[in-house]
């Protein structure tokens, strides 16, 4: 099992910039991707970026040219880098690891982000 401990969030006026980090433990060796989720209130949880252990990227079109993610692989950490932030971003981020061993879906506790207009 692994588990994601991710923080970073905070409140930010439109335009900021925020860094989130998810630290990851436990079968670090199962990983095979990892990757950020936001929930906003009322909506249903929705990919924002993905990374493959192979450094492949995704990314959700409402974040293209904004967010960055990358991960420090002697650091077990991965990061959200989010930049020219708008309202719309407000939301609970989540980590997410998805591993060859079960559980296969790794979640972390979330971590909020809001931003002001």
């Known amino acids: 099992q692994v588990q994601l401990v991710e923080s970073g969030g905070g409140l930010v006026q439109a335009g900021g910039t925020l860094r989130l980090s998810c630290a990851a433990s436990?079968?670090?060796?199962?990983?095979?991707?990892m990757g950020w989720y936001r929930q906003a209130p009322g909506k249903q949880r929705e990919l924002v970026a993905t990374i493959t252990i192979a450094g492949r990227t995704n990314y959700a079109d409402s974040v293209k040219g904004r967010f960055t993610i990358s991960r420090d692989n002697a650091k077990n950490t991965m990061y959200l880098q989010m930049n020219s932030l708008k309202p719309q971003d407000t939301a609970v981020y989540y980590c997410?690891?998805?591993?060859?061993?079960?559980?296969?879906?790794?979640w972390g506790q979330g971590t909020q982000v809001t931003v002001s207009s």
């Open positions: 436990g079968s670090i060796f199962s990983i095979r991707a």
């Open positions: 997410h690891a998805y591993t060859i061993v079960e559980p296969s879906d790794n």
